[in-house]
């Protein structure tokens, strides 16, 4: 059996300002129809022997990566939650033991949640190959095969005198035991190698020996687990203590905070494959995209006469290979050549095409200026549904609430503020005190400061609502919370 381990804990930050840090990139729609996530879980359909996926994200985006599998039909076997990052060494650590308690030695597909594949049956081609070899106890990666001296990846060289195939249950190694480069299902791993400089970068492309390091991989999860015995015994010790640990939550794992947070942070490439002997690669040609800036969304988009990748309201005027990316405004562009444009309803980027590595910085400064922008949309995601804020001034605010058929917000009250509830589509059951009722349309209610107050959806349709708040203090840590089926 084949079980993905999905890697959803990024924050993307060099996507700002679509990206967030509690809404980042890979649960974003940003090249096609469906979240970086969900197409991440999609194009393996068709794989033989697929099992149910493991997904690791962070803790705070636990119900938003839930409810997207949710909604494309694939239902996770768990989702381990991290209470902080670690690097992925770790995080495919505890999901090899959380696959193993199942009595099986399954294969784990270890993909990040935030790339584009362009050729997903390329993919799965590839994963099928390198399936035999893995089952034997290679630890297999997949290098993409480079189409230009690319800068911002690392490098992958394969040995060329140790071709490998995997031929009628037999392990075949080298020129001399009958097998080739043309027909090798992967290959040896002489080095693994770090960014190079643009000079390097052409020697590699020139030289045919070198793969663009994808990030994902294809082992058994026991082979993985010995390997970091042997080379990293105080992760995986750290990695036991917290799963072992771990405390059940509806549908997640919650990893020990204290034995994760005491796990020495790594990636797999430096923990385990730079070191050990069993590393393979897996040529893939498969239109492979990080997504890691901007310009990468450029490359991969459709481009009008004018070379712009155009979305949402746009008009242009002179203006040439441009991404223009509007969410709630009109964008209008005269003259820009070589230039990103990002809209969004509380920020607009503004940068050229050479430079847009340098949006971390803008986002570092907004973390040092506490801002919001730096972790929230205007709208933000919870479990029964989203909130976001319309207007703010001084001891008010304004918030459309929508609320899931179903779901109810927790049993709470504040100390600081009151608040009006106006409902303009959909069935709201209120509890306010002692007294539960029902506002339908255009109804409305007053919840006193201080009063114990819940709001429910018992329709089939999403429950749409104004809310006026009004107060001394207006912030969302103002909740005392006494009830919550979220377990918040």
Same mark, same amino acid.
């Given at each position: #059996?084949?079980?993905?381990?999905?890697?959803?804990?990024?924050?993307?930050?060099?996507?700002?300002?679509?990206?967030? &840090?509690?809404?980042?990139?890979?649960?974003?729609?940003?090249?096609? &129809?469906?979240? #970086?996530?969900?197409?991440?879980?999609?194009?393996?359909?068709?794989?033989? @022997?697929?099992? @149910?996926?493991?997904?690791?994200?962070?803790?705070?985006?636990?119900? #938003?990566?839930?409810?997207?599998?949710?909604?494309?039909?694939?239902?996770?076997?768990?989702?381990?939650?991290?209470?902080?990052?670690?690097?992925?060494?770790?995080?495919?650590?505890?999901?090899?033991?959380?696959? $193993?308690? +199942?009595?099986?030695?399954?294969?784990?597909?270890?993909?990040? @949640?935030?790339?584009?594949?362009?050729?997903?049956?390329?993919?799965?081609?590839?994963?099928?190959?390198?399936?035999?070899?893995?089952?034997?106890?290679? !630890?297999?990666? /997949?290098?993409?095969?480079?189409?230009?001296?690319?800068?911002?990846?690392?490098?992958?060289?394969?040995?060329?005198?140790?071709?490998?195939?995997?031929?009628?249950?037999?392990?075949?190694?080298?020129?001399?035991?009958?097998?080739?480069? %043309?027909?090798?299902?992967?290959?040896?791993?002489?080095?693994?190698?770090?960014?190079?400089?643009?000079?390097?970068?052409?020697?590699?492309?020139?030289?045919?020996?070198? /793969?663009?390091?994808? +990030?994902?991989?294809?082992?058994?999860?026991?082979?993985?687990?010995?390997? !970091?015995?042997?080379?990293?015994?105080?992760? $995986?010790?750290?990695?036991?203590?917290?799963?072992?640990?771990?405390?059940?939550?509806?549908?997640?794992?919650?990893?020990?905070?204290?034995?994760? @947070?005491?796990?020495?942070?790594?990636?797999?490439?430096?923990?385990? #494959?730079?070191?050990?002997?069993?590393?393979?690669?897996?040529?893939?040609?498969?239109?492979?995209?990080?997504?890691?800036?901007? =310009?990468?969304?450029?490359?991969?988009?459709?481009?009008?006469?004018?070379?712009?990748?155009?979305?949402?309201?746009? !008009?242009?005027?002179?203006?040439?290979?441009?991404?223009?990316?509007?969410?709630?405004?009109?964008?209008?562009?005269?003259?820009?050549?070589?230039?990103?444009?990002?809209?969004?309803?509380?920020?607009?980027?503004?940068?050229?095409?050479?430079?847009?590595? %340098?949006?971390?910085?803008?986002?570092?400064?907004?973390?040092?200026?506490?801002? %919001?922008?730096?972790?929230?949309?205007?709208?933000?995601?919870?479990?029964?549904? =989203?909130?976001?804020?319309?207007?703010?001034?001084?001891?008010?605010?304004?918030?459309?609430?929508?609320?899931?058929?179903?779901?109810?917000?927790?049993?709470?009250?504040?100390?600081?503020?009151?608040?009006?509830?106006?409902?303009?589509?959909?069935?709201?059951?209120?509890?306010? +005190?002692?007294?539960? /009722?029902?506002?339908?349309?255009?109804? =409305?209610? /007053?919840?006193?400061?201080?009063?114990?107050?819940?709001?429910?959806?018992?329709?089939?349709?999403?429950? %749409?609502?104004?809310?006026?708040?009004?107060?001394?203090?207006?912030?969302?840590?103002?909740?005392?919370?006494?009830?919550?089926?979220?377990?918040?």
């Amino acid at each position: #059996m084949i079980i993905p381990v999905i890697l959803s804990g990024g924050a993307g930050t060099r996507l700002w300002p679509l990206s967030r &840090e509690l809404y980042p990139k890979q649960l974003l729609p940003l090249a096609g &129809e469906h979240t #970086m996530l969900q197409e991440t879980a999609l194009r393996l359909e068709g794989l033989s @022997a697929l099992g @149910a996926p493991l997904v690791v994200c962070n803790e705070a985006h636990r119900f #938003m990566v839930a409810e997207q599998m949710r909604r494309i039909g694939r239902t996770p076997a768990a989702i381990l939650l991290e209470p902080l990052g670690r690097n992925t060494a770790p995080a495919v650590a505890v999901a090899a033991l959380q696959a $193993l308690d +199942g009595g099986e030695d399954p294969l784990l597909l270890v993909l990040p @949640a935030d790339h584009v594949i362009a050729q997903p049956e390329a993919l799965r081609a590839a994963i099928e190959s390198g399936a035999p070899l893995a089952r034997e106890g290679r !630890l297999m990666t /997949f290098g993409i095969v480079p189409t230009a001296p690319e800068t911002g990846y690392g490098y992958i060289r394969a040995d060329r005198a140790c071709p490998l195939s995997f031929v009628t249950g037999h392990l075949l190694k080298g020129k001399d035991q009958g097998t080739g480069m %043309e027909d090798a299902t992967a290959f040896a791993v002489a080095q693994f190698v770090e960014k190079p400089d643009s000079a390097t970068a052409q020697r590699y492309l020139d030289s045919g020996e070198y /793969f663009w390091n994808s +990030g994902m991989f294809l082992f058994k999860a026991s082979r993985y687990l010995e390997e !970091l015995e042997r080379l990293a015994p105080a992760m $995986l010790r750290w990695c036991r203590a917290a799963l072992e640990q771990a405390v059940r939550d509806l549908d997640f794992i919650r990893l020990d905070a204290e034995a994760f @947070a005491a796990c020495p942070g790594n990636s797999i490439d430096y923990a385990v #494959m730079e070191k050990t002997d069993a590393a393979a690669v897996i040529p893939l040609a498969a239109g492979w995209n990080d997504v890691g800036s901007w =310009s990468a969304l450029w490359e991969i988009g459709a481009r009008d006469a004018d070379g712009n990748v155009r979305r949402g309201d746009v !008009l242009t005027s002179g203006t040439r290979n441009c991404y223009l990316h509007a969410e709630r405004r009109l964008i209008a562009a005269v003259g820009l050549e070589d230039h990103i444009v990002v809209e969004t309803a509380d920020a607009v980027l503004v940068a050229h095409r050479d430079r847009v590595q %340098e949006v971390k910085d803008i986002v570092a400064q907004l973390k040092a200026q506490g801002r %919001e922008e730096a972790l929230l949309h205007r709208r933000v995601n919870r479990p029964w549904g =989203s909130y976001e804020g319309l207007v703010q001034d001084g001891r008010f605010q304004v918030k459309r609430i929508s609320v899931n058929p179903g779901a109810s917000l927790s049993r709470q009250l504040h100390h600081h503020r009151a608040e009006h509830w106006v409902v303009v589509r959909g069935t709201a059951r209120v509890t306010r +005190g002692e007294e539960t /009722f029902i506002l339908a349309e255009n109804e =409305s209610t /007053f919840i006193p400061l201080g009063t114990e107050h819940r709001l429910e959806n018992p329709g089939k349709i999403p429950l %749409e609502m104004i809310e006026v708040q009004s107060g001394s203090y207006l912030g969302e840590d103002d909740i005392v919370r006494f009830e919550d089926q979220y377990g918040r």
